[in-house]
């Protein structure tokens, strides 16, 4: 079938067949369906909708167009986490070495940031001489010495998805929940797992603010790694303030190692109870832990005992970072940043935050990227000092940028109304709104 009769199919709003899906993946990955046929077939598809047929049959050809890996010589359950991307969303540093101490293979493929939300890969390069770029057996060589890797997307996982994903961005195309779910899916099947927990977030700082679509994203994604034979469950979470403490990519690594010492700060406690909570799932998909209470019990003495720091410890030597900012995390910290203080503007509780100004401002001074191939600012970020339902006067200090110095006059005003303070308190967070 020749690319114009299906794109036709679909404009006309007729579902497509398994072999005119398995033709159009083909022609992306070999170079015979030209951008302009791909993103006409996408947007039909946007405009259309595709049935849930169709849209297992795009996640099964997107995930067959690369490699799927095979782990099935390493004992231990392979389990990820997956995270539909936030503002100071860190937990990816924290549930790789927790579940890895526990007794599950983690290996996890991450992304970079883009936009206003953060990407594992940029933090673990703030982390001098990390290596996101392994190849696949050097992947599992990591993984099966210290029990997780961290790495970058290869060519050879879900390569018609990298090219499709990156035409939907170009083309308005990506907020569409059945092709969301294909292109994540396809990458995530890739891994070869036996278990997933999605970390799927609602509210102002998330990628689908709205509760009612973040629903219908989370059962979608959980239908089809079941469909594909993998233990799927997804947790909402709230992304209406930052997650815990740090914003950035250095300072976000950092937080994570004071958590993983038992060092953190009343701040940081979210980013480490929502670790626990993803973490404590998988074990129990994992059939590591019988109950949640078990799974947690385990948790906390992975962290008690210093198992988990060790974890991340061997895992930054064998990805050939340096491991001594386990001992000292302040390593990670770029003296010299300028301080700019974000205040309060009026008395009473902190009602809400607006979460996407502030991943968007870390972005704008470099901390993230605006396109694909810009470079990233490790050092620069934001700390949040007042959260939701917390009590301030006028001119309380509320959150610190740092920054470089020439960028001080530009960001001075830049948060000007993202927090808003209430005579009452109006509303708490919950980190976790429901379990899917
Ligand atoms: N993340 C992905 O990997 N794909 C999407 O389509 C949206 C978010």
């Known amino acids: ?18 072999d005119d899906i398995v033709a159009f993946i083909d022609g992306v990955c070999d170079g015979t369906w030209a951008d302009y046929q791909i993103t006409a077939l996408v947007m039909a598809m946007f405009i259309r909708g595709l049935n849930r047929r169709e849209q297992y049959s795009i996640t099964g050809a997107m995930l067959n167009s690369g490699t799927i890996m095979d782990f099935s010589d390493i004992d231990a359950p392979k389990g990820d986490k997956h995270s539909t991307g936030g503002v100071g969303d860190k937990t990816s540093l924290l549930i790789a070495p927790l579940a890895a101490a526990c007794g599950v293979a983690v290996p996890m493929i991450s992304g970079r940031g883009l936009g206003h939300t953060g990407g594992t890969l940029d933090k673990l390069e703030s982390i001098p001489g990390f290596n996101v770029n392994l ?3 050097n992947f599992k060589k990591v993984l099966k010495k210290c029990g997780f890797a961290l790495a970058g997307q290869t060519n050879e996982i879900a390569p018609a998805d990298k090219k499709i994903y990156a035409l939907r961005d170009a083309t308005s195309t990506v907020p569409y929940i059945p092709l969301i779910v294909a292109s994540i899916m396809s990458k995530k099947l890739a891994e070869g797992l036996d278990a997933l927990v999605l970390d799927v977030k609602t509210g102002t700082g998330a990628f689908i603010p709205k509760y009612a ?6 059962k979608s994604l959980c239908e089809t790694g079941k469909t594909f034979g993998v233990n799927t469950k997804a947790i909402i979470t709230e992304m209406n303030q930052p997650l815990g403490k740090y914003v950035g ?6 937080e994570c190692l004071k958590l993983l010492r038992g060092e953190g700060e009343e701040e940081m406690k979210p980013s480490l109870d929502l670790s626990v909570e993803l ?10 832990a019988g109950t949640m209470e078990n799974a947690r019990d385990k948790i906390r003495r992975a962290l008690a005992t210093g198992e988990a720091l060790e974890r991340f410890r061997k895992n930054v030597e064998l990805q050939g970072g340096d491991p001594k900012i386990c001992d000292k995390p302040e390593m990670l910290l770029t003296k010299g940043l300028t301080e700019v203080k974000v205040f309060a503007e009026s008395s009473g509780y902190i009602a809400d935050v607006d979460s996407l100004a502030i991943g968007s401002m870390v972005g704008e001074i470099g901390g993230g990227r605006q396109k694909a191939e810009d470079k990233v600012d490790h050092a620069v970020g934001y700390a949040c000092i007042r959260m939701i339902g917390d009590r301030v006067q ?5 959150g610190i940028i740092y920054c470089r110095k020439n960028q001080a006059a530009k960001v ?3 948060l000007r109304g993202a927090y808003k ?3 009452e308190i109006t509303r708490t967070t919950k980190l976790i709104r429901a379990v899917v």
């Open 394 to 398: 006028a001119g309380d200090e509320i």
């Open 135 to 137: 190849s696949f057996a």
């Open 213 to 218: 679509e973040t629903l219908k994203l989370a």
């Open 412 to 414: 001075t005003d830049r």
């Open 421 to 423: 303070v209430s005579r």
């Open 279 to 288: 973490t404590a799932t998988l074990l129990v998909q994992c059939k590591i």
């Open 1 to 18: 079938m020749r690319p114009q009769e299906i794109i036709a199919t679909k404009r006309d709003g007729k579902a497509l067949s398994d």
């Open 249 to 254: 990519n250095a300072l976000e690594v950092f």
